[in-house]
């Protein structure tokens, strides 16, 4: 063993901050993995150990994403790994948490008793940081707004053990990407894009809190075992092409639904042309494909990217042990896709769905087929998927071709910096200045219009308009809460060239703009650094470690308060099947989980289970009247809210169920979206098929996500039916369901209904819920 010592010094605008790090460690096996975090560690050996095992029982050659997964497995030696059926009881490594979702993350562990986390874990607040006027003034105004939730996030974080990084610190995923991720860490974040670590050759998945909790407490978590698909990445980037056009492309051949259940792992030789933060702006955005994560193997884009944020150990030690960090010659996809990336066109995704994929030279056409508005009311770049030091450089380039000419954007044009690092470096190196003088507003360093804080005044709601973005959704009225938005997902370069053309039908690559004086130019393709040649500059210190004790420290939660709740214990299972359940809600089409729990301004009550099911499936179709948010109460007959006629059916002991479509609960990791139904009385959600993280977490809060045996079956069920579950005495895994359809008209009719329930996930059933069964194992 030897003993060493690391100081790292990193400069601050008025001095400097200094960071201690001393262990004692195998140098050849582990190194303090971050300089917030002094005693936790990479243990690579641990990795090799297991890994080694399952290929030996295996016998065959493993895919990267199979190594890191099964390398981290509770019993390696006993584990049933089978692609796509078993169920993998896994110890990932850290856990991470943004402010919206760690307030309910964070009550489900206090009420489990325990008292610290048993892994390494983070609070970031990113979400509850409205866009208004800019970023001084808008994180300001958060502060003050969002006091008390930030006060029992920082108080919470400090007494269980938990890091806490403060409001304008910047979004989760960049800040994981910079501070915590390394190649073969499993890292589980409670935010869907949570994959974006990817791009740092880690296994990085959104789940929903409660599974947070399972792994705060040392609790082995579950995931059922994925199957990978293969990307072959040919050729190299160039020109307009970005590696946002990577997954844009890919979203336009698996739909948004086409991986679910499977990792994505990247591979072939166009790997090499594709920065650090370019893999992870793809792996980010795997999450509109329902995909479990994306992964890419370790290389010397990597190796760069971490000696530049200050971990050059960790560099080393990736670079020794490569051989776990890529995936195994001969290993086996279950499904190959190869690109070209020299063929690669630049693309744009949308309007109202992230997987309607279309070449940008083509939109202008395609719009004016479909009748989209041509006009760009306003482009907006940045957000977790696109907010890198690279991408700000490419847009600046553009924007300085403008300013050249005497141009400035047309349409309003919003940047929102992916950290503190970044923002304050790309104010040191005067990209920020020309994203201002080309007519840009710098947001804070926060998620803002990407998931709906945009207090946007320039349309009225209803009023159709376009909008261009470099985030990763556009469901609709996700950005601005107005369904006559439709909004494009492109890459930061393509959103900055339509802002100064202010029109759809620009293509950068043939078109010209026309300067102020008539003359007629083309923008060049767009350049920018990797990475900063001065290094980066952290900005403001930010972050708040937990103290060694935090026992004494006290959590308080005001009865009285409207952002915060306390929770109470959902009821268990009676004993016996479910009668006379009535539809809430027959939904019609996509119902994602903004449909189901709307964010925007709804954000603020993400700590206050009662108060936040006031928005239970009010962006939803209901298919008896095609409206939104209107359904019979079918106790009075007449028409109401979604959650009122909930409410009104828990007041008079009345239980629910909801009937859905294709890849119900599609998007964010949002656990909201299962506790809110369970809160209001609803017993099973019944659909054609889940979207993977939202069936969890409906099993996770004791409710019954079923599949018809027979997709047809969703046209038998009519919205005044009471529907009865049957079986749930014998409820085994891999044994369907039965549910008994009584119509008004005094006929009935029986269907099978499938569930993917484990003997562990049917015991949080009868428990209640997971939390309530946790808790029942520590008596």
Same mark, same amino acid.
């Given at each position: 063993?030897?003993?060493?010592?690391?100081?790292?010094?990193?400069?601050?605008?008025?001095?400097?901050?200094?960071?201690?790090?001393?262990?004692?460690?195998?140098?050849?096996?582990?190194?303090?993995?971050?300089?917030?975090?002094?005693?936790?560690?990479?243990?690579?050996?641990?990795?090799?150990?297991?890994?080694?095992?399952?290929?030996?029982?295996?016998?065959?050659?493993?895919?990267?994403?199979?190594?890191?997964?099964?390398?981290?497995?509770?019993?390696?030696?006993?584990?049933?790994?089978?692609?796509?059926?078993?169920?993998?009881?896994?110890?990932?490594?850290?856990?991470?948490?943004?402010?919206?979702?760690?307030?309910?993350?964070?009550?489900?562990?206090?009420?489990?008793?325990?008292?610290?986390?048993?892994?390494?874990?983070?609070?970031?607040?990113?979400?509850?940081?409205?866009?208004?006027?800019?970023?001084?003034?808008?994180?300001?105004?958060?502060?003050?707004?969002?006091?008390?939730?930030?006060?029992?996030?920082?108080?919470?974080?400090?007494?269980?053990?938990?890091?806490?990084?403060?409001?304008?610190?910047?979004?989760?995923?960049?800040?994981?990407?910079?501070?915590?991720?390394?190649?073969?860490?499993?890292?589980?974040?409670?935010?869907?894009? $949570?994959?974006?670590?990817?791009?740092?050759?880690?296994?990085?998945?959104?789940?929903?809190?409660?599974?947070?909790?399972?792994?705060?407490?040392?609790?082995?978590?579950?995931?059922?075992?994925?199957?990978?698909?293969?990307?072959?990445?040919?050729?190299?980037?160039?020109?307009?092409?970005?590696?946002?056009?990577?997954?844009?492309?890919?979203?336009?051949?698996?739909?948004?639904?086409?991986?679910?259940?499977?990792?994505?792992?990247?591979?072939?030789?166009?790997?090499?042309?594709?920065?650090?933060?370019?893999?992870? $702006?793809?792996?980010?955005?795997?999450?509109?494909?329902?995909?479990?994560?994306?992964?890419?193997?370790?290389?010397?884009?990597?190796?760069?990217?971490?000696?530049?944020?200050?971990?050059?150990?960790?560099?080393?030690?990736?670079?020794?042990?490569?051989?776990?960090?890529?995936?195994?010659?001969?290993?086996?996809?279950?499904?190959?896709?190869?690109?070209?990336?020299?063929?690669?066109?630049?693309?744009?995704?949308?309007?109202? $769905?992230?997987?309607?994929?279309?070449?940008?030279?083509?939109?202008?056409?395609?719009?004016?087929?479909?009748?989209?508005?041509?006009?760009?009311?306003?482009?907006?770049?940045?957000?977790?998927?696109?907010?890198?030091?690279?991408?700000?450089?490419?847009?600046?380039?553009?924007?300085?071709?403008?300013?050249?000419?005497?141009? /400035?954007?047309?349409?309003?044009?919003?940047?929102?910096?992916?950290?503190?690092?970044?923002?304050?470096?790309?104010?040191?190196?005067?990209?920020? /200045?020309?994203?201002?003088?080309?007519?840009?507003?710098?947001?804070?360093?926060?998620?803002?219009?990407?998931?709906?804080?945009?207090?946007?005044?320039?349309?009225?709601?209803?009023?159709?308009?376009?909008?261009?973005?470099?985030?990763?959704?556009?469901?609709?009225?996700?950005?601005?809460?107005?369904?006559?938005?439709?909004?494009?997902?492109?890459?930061?370069?393509?959103?900055?060239?339509?802002?100064?053309?202010?029109?759809?039908?620009?293509?950068?690559?043939?078109?010209?703009?026309?300067?102020?004086?008539?003359?007629?130019?083309?923008?060049?393709?767009?350049?920018?650094?990797?990475?900063?040649?001065?290094?980066?500059?952290?900005?403001?210190?930010?972050?708040?470690?937990?103290?060694?004790?935090?026992?004494?420290?006290?959590?308080?939660?005001?009865?009285?308060?409207?952002?915060?709740?306390?929770?109470?214990?959902?009821?268990?299972?009676?004993?016996?099947?479910?009668?006379?359940?009535?539809?809430?809600?027959?939904?019609?089409?996509?119902?994602?989980?903004?449909?189901?729990?709307?964010?925007?301004?709804?954000?603020?009550?993400?700590?206050?289970?009662?108060?936040?099911?006031?928005?239970?499936?009010?962006?939803?179709?209901?298919?008896?009247?095609?409206?939104?948010?209107?359904?019979?109460?079918?106790?009075?007959?007449?028409?109401?809210?979604?959650?009122?006629?909930?409410?009104?059916?828990?007041?008079?002991?009345?239980?629910?169920?909801?009937?859905?479509?294709?890849?119900?609960?599609?998007?964010?990791?949002?656990?909201?979206?299962?506790?809110?139904?369970?809160?209001?009385?609803?017993?099973?959600?019944?659909?054609?098929?889940?979207?993977?993280?939202?069936?969890?977490?409906?099993?996770?809060?004791?409710?019954?996500?079923?599949?018809?045996?027979?997709?047809?079956?969703?046209? /038998?069920?009519?919205?005044?039916?009471?529907?009865?579950?049957?079986?749930?005495?014998?409820?085994?895994?891999?044994?369907?369901?039965?549910?008994?359809? /009584?119509?008004?008209?005094?006929?009935?009719?029986?269907?099978?209904?499938?569930?993917?329930?484990?003997?562990?996930?049917?015991?949080?059933?009868?428990?209640?819920?997971?939390?309530?069964?946790?808790?029942?194992?520590?008596?």
């Amino acid at each position: 063993m030897c003993i060493f010592r690391v100081w790292l010094f990193l400069a601050l605008g008025q001095g400097a901050r200094r960071f201690h790090v001393a262990a004692a460690l195998n140098a050849k096996a582990k190194v303090s993995m971050s300089r917030f975090e002094p005693n936790s560690y990479i243990n690579y050996d641990m990795l090799r150990s297991n890994i080694d095992i399952v290929r030996k029982r295996l016998n065959r050659p493993l895919t990267l994403s199979e190594k890191i997964v099964y390398g981290h497995l509770d019993d390696p030696a006993g584990q049933e790994i089978v692609r796509g059926r078993t169920y993998l009881r896994l110890r990932p490594d850290r856990v991470a948490m943004q402010d919206a979702t760690a307030q309910m993350a964070m009550l489900q562990f206090i009420s489990s008793g325990l008292p610290k986390v048993a892994v390494p874990s983070t609070i970031h607040c990113d979400h509850l940081i409205e866009a208004q006027i800019g970023g001084a003034q808008d994180l300001q105004r958060a502060k003050e707004v969002n006091h008390e939730v930030y006060n029992f996030l920082a108080s919470a974080g400090a007494k269980y053990g938990v890091g806490f990084w403060k409001p304008g610190s910047g979004i989760i995923h960049q800040i994981i990407l910079e501070n915590y991720a390394y190649p073969g860490v499993m890292l589980i974040g409670t935010d869907s894009h $949570t994959p974006n670590g990817g791009g740092l050759g880690c296994i990085c998945i959104g789940v929903g809190g409660a599974d947070a909790v399972d792994v705060m407490a040392g609790i082995p978590w579950e995931l059922k075992c994925p199957n990978v698909i293969g990307v072959k990445l040919t050729g190299t980037l160039s020109g307009w092409t970005s590696p946002k056009d990577v997954i844009l492309k890919v979203a336009g051949i698996l739909t948004v639904k086409g991986g679910t259940g499977a990792i994505v792992e990247y591979h072939g030789p166009g790997v090499d042309s594709i920065s650090c933060t370019g893999m992870a $702006t793809i792996c980010n955005m795997g999450a509109e494909i329902g995909a479990t994560t994306s992964v890419f193997p370790f290389n010397h884009r990597m190796k760069t990217y971490l000696e530049k944020t200050g971990r050059g150990e960790i560099a080393a030690l990736a670079n020794e042990n490569q051989d776990l960090l890529v995936p195994d010659s001969g290993c086996h996809y279950d499904q190959i896709i190869e690109i070209n990336l020299s063929e690669l066109k630049p693309h744009i995704n949308g309007p109202f $769905t992230p997987d309607l994929a279309h070449p940008v030279s083509d939109i202008g056409s395609v719009a004016e087929k479909n009748g989209w508005p041509l006009d760009v009311k306003v482009g907006l770049i940045g957000s977790c998927t696109n907010s890198s030091y690279e991408d700000m450089g490419r847009a600046a380039s553009l924007a300085k071709q403008a300013l050249d000419k005497g141009l /400035k954007c047309k349409a309003q044009f919003t940047v929102t910096p992916g950290s503190e690092q970044i923002r304050a470096t790309i104010e040191r190196d005067g990209y920020a /200045k020309l994203l201002r003088d080309v007519g840009g507003v710098v947001l804070a360093n926060a998620c803002g219009p990407c998931i709906g804080q945009w207090d946007r005044r320039d349309v009225k709601k209803g009023e159709k308009n376009t909008i261009v973005t470099s985030f990763n959704r556009n469901f609709t009225a996700r950005n601005d809460a107005n369904p006559a938005t439709h909004a494009f997902v492109t890459s930061p370069e393509i959103v900055t060239a339509l802002a100064i053309a202010g029109t759809l039908k620009f293509n950068p690559e043939t078109d010209f703009l026309t300067a102020p004086n008539g003359e007629k130019f083309k923008l060049v393709p767009p350049t920018g650094d990797e990475l900063p040649a001065r290094d980066f500059d952290p900005g403001q210190d930010t972050y708040q470690h937990p103290p060694p004790d935090g026992s004494g420290l006290k959590v308080d939660v005001n009865p009285q308060s409207n952002r915060l709740q306390l929770l109470e214990p959902f009821d268990r299972w009676s004993g016996n099947d479910l009668e006379d359940l009535r539809v809430l809600i027959k939904v019609k089409g996509k119902c994602t989980t903004d449909h189901i729990s709307a964010a925007g301004p709804w954000l603020k009550f993400r700590g206050h289970l009662d108060n936040i099911s006031n928005n239970l499936l009010i962006g939803a179709v209901n298919i008896e009247n095609d409206a939104v948010n209107k359904i019979r109460n079918l106790l009075t007959g007449e028409f109401g809210g979604v959650p009122d006629v909930a409410r009104h059916y828990k007041k008079h002991n009345v239980s629910w169920v909801v009937v859905g479509d294709e890849n119900y609960g599609e998007g964010s990791s949002r656990e909201h979206a299962a506790l809110e139904p369970r809160h209001l009385g609803g017993r099973a959600i019944i659909v054609k098929s889940f979207a993977r993280i939202h069936e969890t977490n409906l099993k996770k809060q004791g409710l019954l996500p079923l599949t018809f045996s027979n997709p047809a079956d969703y046209d /038998k069920i009519r919205p005044d039916d009471k529907i009865s579950i049957v079986g749930l005495k014998s409820f085994a895994p891999g044994k369907p369901l039965k549910a008994v359809i /009584k119509h008004s008209d005094g006929s009935s009719e029986t269907i099978e209904l499938n569930h993917t329930f484990n003997e562990t996930q049917i015991e949080w059933f009868q428990a209640g819920s997971a939390l309530n069964r946790m808790k029942a194992l520590q008596k």
